[in-house]
């Protein structure tokens, strides 16, 4: 019974309306089916989801070089800076300046004064490869900070620091200039007279450079138990006046009065 009222509702209504008013959709335009987006895979980056694994094709920002979505730009944003690729940063080569230039230049000329070809290296890879020259300058950075404060902390390890600096600088350039002769010549130039001097100059440095680290190593050493016995002594004093400090700070953090303040 249902089934019939309603085929006889439906043949009654369209008896009754005109032909285009079955033809036009509820805002008076024709009727059109709304196509689905089709719903494409969202490539998911290791360690995690970027917010879930599915999205509507042509409804997400462009897909980053790591795997993760870049959103995009606000409206009326500014462009990226000039000499700036966009989006530089992870998944990209290029990095950002890790110091001002007055500091790098500084650093550099202090890089030339002890070791003219790895400044070399560094202007050439600072052309090639940004990204590496940055990351590169921010170690020796590091490394010649260090040296300053130690140099007003300690003077005299300062001085044994730096000679033994040297002496590495040096041994790593007379390595260089064996390999490549090796290269050059092939491994006949091993047996060569240049070569045997190089090798021996080489092994009298490097004996040098390990009783040069080993006193570095024994004076850290002496450093280390000295700190060991205070650390020691104040564990002491204070397991034998632990009910004394209890009780301070008992009275510190319930805002009490504290009698033994100077």
């Known amino acids: 019974m249902q089934m019939q009222f309603k085929v006889l509702f439906f043949f009654l209504v369209g008896a009754l309306l005109p032909p ?29 989801s970027p917010g879930g694994q599915w999205a509507p094709e042509g409804r997400h920002p462009p897909m980053r070089p790591d795997g993760f979505r870049r959103p995009g730009p606000p409206p009326g944003a500014p462009g990226p800076a000039p000499g700036r690729p ?9 990095s950002p300046p890790v110091m001002d230039p007055e500091t790098e230049e500084v650093l ?3 890089i030339g004064e002890d ?7 560094l202007k050439l890879v600072r052309v090639e490869d940004p990204g590496r020259y940055h990351q590169r300058i921010r170690e020796l950075e590091g490394e010649w900070r260090h040296l300053e ?10 001085e044994k620091v730096v000679y033994r600096r040297k002496l590495e600088i040096k041994a790593r ?24 001097e190089t ?44 009910k004394e400090i209890v009780s301070r700070h008992l009275r510190e953090i319930l805002g009490e009065a504290d009698d033994l303040i100077w």
């Open 173 to 196: 350039g007379l390595a260089r200039s064996y390999r490549k002769r090796v290269a050059k010549k092939g491994e006949s130039a091993r047996s060569t007279g240049a070569a045997k």
């Open 20 to 48: 285009t008013a079955l033809a036009q959709g509820p805002s008076g335009g024709p009727w059109r089916a709304t196509p689905t987006p089709r719903v494409v895979p969202r490539p998911v980056p290791q360690g995690g």
């Open 199 to 242: 090798r021996k100059s080489l092994h009298s440095l490097l004996q040098e450079l390990f009783e040069l680290r080993e006193a570095e190593r024994m004076h850290e050493i002496e450093r280390l138990e000295t700190e060991l016995s205070r650390l020691k002594e104040l564990s002491k004093k204070r397991a034998a006046n632990k």
């Open 149 to 158: 404060a130690l140099k007003q902390r300690d003077p005299g390890r300062y």
């Open 115 to 121: 070791d003219p070809e790895l400044l070399a290296e």
């Open 86 to 94: 966009p989006h530089a940063g992870r998944g990209s080569s290029f």
């Open 108 to 110: 550099l000329a202090w």
